[in-house]
């Protein structure tokens, strides 16, 4: 299918939905699918994707393609620009991938709050603690604990999304929804990686 437009069409059909009946669900007007789906509009924010995705009952993945993917690189300024699938078995995408141009001076609020992150999708297959099949992550790279929050680590070879916090101890503990939390006695010398600050999420739930 070529660029986002004709996919979302494709998958409105699919659906069984008028362009009115996408709309409410999606919270904008008609006109507006009609200009997406005919390409007047090509870019298209992270928040009427996530919408698209439960309106359509589709994940990210099935929503884009390669043409959209650059699309949605104009309206998100990712670096590299483009999705990235995220794989637990190897490192993160970023950290073999090329750098990108400078970004406008002139962002939303969205752009503003992904700037020099990484968007990042769970690979087919793949799921990791607070991000599914389907999810967006913005994902700022980082090689050290900056705030309480979610991160994306590596330990033991393997990519982990988990939620660090310092306790007043001075302790970190680390903790997800499939590991029982941890304290982390030495933060100079951890049992894993920090790889990138995991700033935004949007769930296609």
């Avoid at 069984?16 to 200009?35: C, E, W």
């Avoid at 589709?58 to 650059?70: G, T």
Wanted: net charge neutral; proline share 4%.
């Amino acid at each position: 299918m070529d660029g986002l437009g004709p996919r979302i069409k494709q998958l409105r059909l699919q659906a069984g939905l008028s362009k009115a009946a996408l709309a409410r669900r999606v919270g904008v007007s008609d006109v507006t699918i009609s200009y997406w789906e005919s390409g007047t509009i090509k870019q298209i924010g992270h928040a009427r994707l996530v919408a698209l995705t439960s309106a359509l009952d589709c994940s990210i993945r099935q929503l884009l393609d390669d043409d959209s993917l650059n699309a949605l690189a104009v309206d998100v300024p990712a670096k590299p620009q483009g999705l990235l699938a995220l794989r637990s078995r190897v490192c993160a995408p970023w950290e073999a991938a090329a750098g990108s141009d400078e970004l406008d001076a002139e962002l939303s609020t969205a752009q503003l709050l992904t700037r020099d992150c990484f968007l990042v999708t769970p690979a087919e297959g793949e799921t990791f603690d607070f991000l599914y099949e389907g999810d967006l992550a913005a994902v700022h790279p980082s090689e050290r604990f900056q705030q309480d929050g979610l991160y994306l680590i590596e330990r033991e070879g393997r990519l982990q999304v988990q939620y660090l916090e310092r306790l007043t101890s001075g302790r970190i503990r680390v903790s997800g929804e499939q590991l029982q939390s941890v304290s982390v006695e030495n933060m100079r010398t951890p049992p894993f990686r920090v790889v990138g600050y995991v700033r935004a999420r949007w769930s296609r739930q």
